[in-house]
T-cell receptor, first 113, second 112 residues
């Protein structure tokens, strides 16, 4: 969906470097999520946010940091990248009603060498 | 914590054959959503089930939610090459959380 964009689309970084993945949505959705996708594991939730300045850990939060100072942005930072963080990262957002569907960005393919 | 498993992990079918994927949660769900991800793409919402025993249809796709609200299935009748992709279920727990936990996905390949 054009309303949620991720950048960059592809990123190669070295072990130990800090890298930030960006996510921006134009719908003013309350909720935003970060998932990682690895073969055999499906989509695993890293962090999520219910509103600006409200974030919470998902299933696999270790090694990641998030912030949400504005409703439309939800950056994900790998403080010191490791090879195990090589993955495809998807950002998603949804409206405030409980049964609203998730809208995903196009993903960021991250390779840590 | 809540876990959602899907079987099978992979399925190859001849075009025209039927396909079913099953989703099982370790806990009772508030609702369940289904998504489709085409190769190289991102997950796209298909449908949501909320009520116990609910059945919904979208053309050749039939979705069911179990009576205990712990399992669900997606059945595709007479598959077509356009059905290729990975199908995910995503469950929302009943504990007041707003996070959806995804199943491991079923990758469908349709042979023409």
């Amino acid at each position: 969906d054009a309303g949620i964009t991720q950048s960059p689309r592809y990123k190669i970084t070295e072990t130990g470097r800090q890298v930030t993945l960006m996510c921006h949505q134009t719908w003013s959705h309350s909720y935003m999520f970060w998932y990682r996708q690895d073969l055999g594991h499906g989509l695993r939730l890293i962090y999520y946010s219910a509103a600006a300045d409200i974030t919470d850990k998902g299933e696999v939060p270790d090694g990641y940091v998030v912030s949400r100072s504005k409703t439309e942005n939800f950056p994900l930072t790998l403080e010191s990248a490791t090879r195990s963080q090589t993955s495809v990262y998807f950002c998603a957002s949804r409206a405030g009603t409980l049964n609203s569907p998730l809208h995903f960005g196009n993903g960021t393919r991250l390779t840590v060498t | 914590g809540q876990q959602v498993m899907q079987i099978p992990q992979y399925q190859h079918v001849q075009e025209g054959e039927d396909f079913t994927t099953y989703c099982n949660s370790s806990t009772t769900l508030s609702n369940i959503q289904w998504y489709k991800q085409r190769p190289g793409g991102h997950p796209v919402f298909l449908i949501q089930l909320v009520k116990s025993g609910e059945v919904k249809k979208q053309k050749r796709l039939t979705f069911q939610f179990g009576e205990a609200k712990k399992n669900s299935s997606l059945h595709i009748t007479a598959t077509q090459t356009t059905d290729v992709g990975t199908y995910f279920c995503a469950g929302l727990g009943t504990s007041g959380t707003y996070k959806y936990i995804f199943g491991t996905g079923t990758r469908l390949k349709v042979l023409a």
